[in-house]
C-alpha cells in the first residue's frame, strides 16, 4: 500500500480552470472519500490520480514518487467505475484475470488470485457465468474482484454505486468497507451522495466549484462545519439555516427579522447587532411550551422518526423527532433549538463564527 500526496493542483481545459490549486495528503491505508455536487470537480481529481487526466499544474505523489508524466499503466492503481466495464463474452473468471494475463503472469499465481478475490467477494459459486448471468450487485463485485487480484497500491473507485437501487447500495457501501479493513488498502472513493461519505470515509473531502471546502473526519464534519456549504451538504435532513442577528445584551438570544427570538448559549464576543445565520440540525430543535411558533406544512413519518416540514417566522424549517406525535398541517407548534448545538455562520461571508 502507499500514500497519496496532492499538492496545488490545478486543472484548465483551455482558459477555463476547473480545479483551483487542491492539496489533500492521504496516509497509507487510509479511505478518504471526495464528495460534492455535480461538477464539483471530484472524478477530474480522481482521473488526475489514476492518470486518465493531465495536470495543468501542481504534483501528485504516490508513495512518495511524483507521477505527473507515469502512464496509468505504471502507476500501479486500480480503478472501479460506475458502469462496471466488464467484458460481456468473458467469464467472470476470465474478467477478473485479464489484467494479470496481458501482464503474462503464470497460470497458477492466476488461478491463486482469482481464487483468492472470488473468495473476499463470494464469487466463488459464479466464476463460470457471464455477466448477463449476474444481479447489479455481483457485477460490482466482480469489478472489484479485477481490481483486487492487481494487488495495487492504491484502490480507485469513481461512483461505483450509483446504478444500483437503493437496498443493494446500502449492502455494498458495507462491503466495501469490510473490504477494505480486511485489505487495508488506501482508497479514494468519489460520490456525490453525503451519507455514503459519512458512513464509509476514514476522512471525508467536501469539494465545491473545484475547491477543498472542508476536510475531516465524518463527525468532525457533522459536528462544527467551517461553513454554510459544507454545513448544507453534510446531512440529511439538512442543516436549518435562518436569518438574523445576534442580541447579546442581557439573555443571549438570536433574533430574526420578523422579531422571534431563539436562545444562544455562548455568542461570539463584541457580536451585539451582527448579522448572522443560524444552523440548527433537525434533530437539535425540541418542542418547548415557550418555543417559537411555527406552523406545520407536511408531516413525515419515517417509522423510526417523525420529520415535520415547519415555517417559522416566514421561514422553512424541518424538525425531526423520535417520540411519535400526530400534527396535522396547518396546526402551529412551539419549537426551539437545543442552544449547545446551534452553530453561527457570517452573513456575508458564510464562515464559522467561533464563540
Not at 468473458?90 to 488470485?113: P, Q
Not at 479514494?188 to 477543498?212: C, L, N, P, S
Amino acid at each position: 500500500m502507499a500514500s497519496v500526496d496532492i499538492v496545488s493542483v490545478r486543472k484548465a481545459f483551455g482558459t477555463t480552470e476547473v480545479i483551483h490549486g487542491v492539496n489533500i495528503d492521504i496516509a497509507d491505508g487510509q479511505f478518504v472519500v471526495l464528495v460534492g455536487p455535480s461538477g464539483c470537480g471530484k472524478s477530474t481529481l480522481l482521473r488526475m490520480l489514476a492518470g486518465l487526466e493531465s495536470i495543468t499544474d501542481g504534483e501528485i505523489a504516490i508513495d512518495g514518487k511524483v507521477v505527473n508524466l507515469v502512464p496509468p499503466k505504471e502507476r500501479d492503481i486500480a480503478m472501479v467505475f460506475q458502469n462496471y466495464a466488464l467484458y460481456p463474452h468473458m467469464s467472470v473468471f476470465d474478467n477478473m484475470a485479464f489484467s494479470l494475463k496481458l501482464r503474462g503472469a503464470a497460470k497458477d499465481e492466476i488461478d491463486r488470485r482469482v481464487q483468492e478475490a472470488a473468495g473476499i467477494l463470494d464469487l466463488g459459486p459464479y466464476l463460470q457465468r457471464y455477466p448477463r448471468q449476474l444481479s447489479g450487485g455481483q457485477r460490482q463485485r466482480v469489478a472489484m474482484g479485477r481490481a483486487i487480484v492487481r494487488d495495487p497500491k492504491v484502490f480507485l473507485f469513481d461512483e461505483p454505486l450509483s446504478n444500483l437501487d437503493a437496498k443493494l447500495r446500502v449492502a455494498m457501501r458495507t462491503e466495501i468497507r469490510a473490504l477494505h479493513q480486511r485489505l487495508k488498502s488506501t482508497t479514494v472513493y468519489v460520490t456525490h451522495d453525503q451519507i455514503e461519505a459519512m458512513t464509509m470515509a476514514d476522512k471525508i473531502v467536501v469539494m465545491h466549484d473545484g475547491r477543498v471546502e472542508q476536510i475531516g473526519e465524518p463527525l468532525e464534519l457533522y459536528d462544527r462545519p467551517d461553513n454554510l456549504f459544507v454545513a448544507g451538504f453534510i446531512g440529511s435532513p439538512a442543516m436549518n439555516f435562518l436569518n438574523g442577528r445576534i442580541e447579546s445584551e442581557g439573555t443571549p438570544r438570536f433574533v430574526t427579522a420578523g422579531g422571534v427570538s431563539l436562545p444562544l448559549s455562548a455568542p461570539p464576543a463584541g457580536a451585539n447587532g451582527r448579522p448572522v445565520v443560524l444552523g440548527v440540525r433537525p434533530e437539535h430543535l425540541q418542542l418547548a411550551a415557550d418555543g417559537a411558533p411555527a406552523e406545520v406544512v407536511v408531516v413525515e413519518p419515517t417509522g423510526s422518526e417523525t420529520q415535520v416540514v415547519a415555517t417559522l417566522d416566514g421561514q422553512e424549517v424541518i424538525a425531526a423527532f423520535r417520540e411519535r406525535h400526530r400534527f396535522r398541517p396547518g396546526e402551529e407548534i412551539r419549537i426551539t433549538p437545543m442552544p449547545d448545538h446551534v452553530h453561527l455562520f457570517d452573513a456575508d461571508s458564510g464562515q464559522r463564527l467561533v464563540s
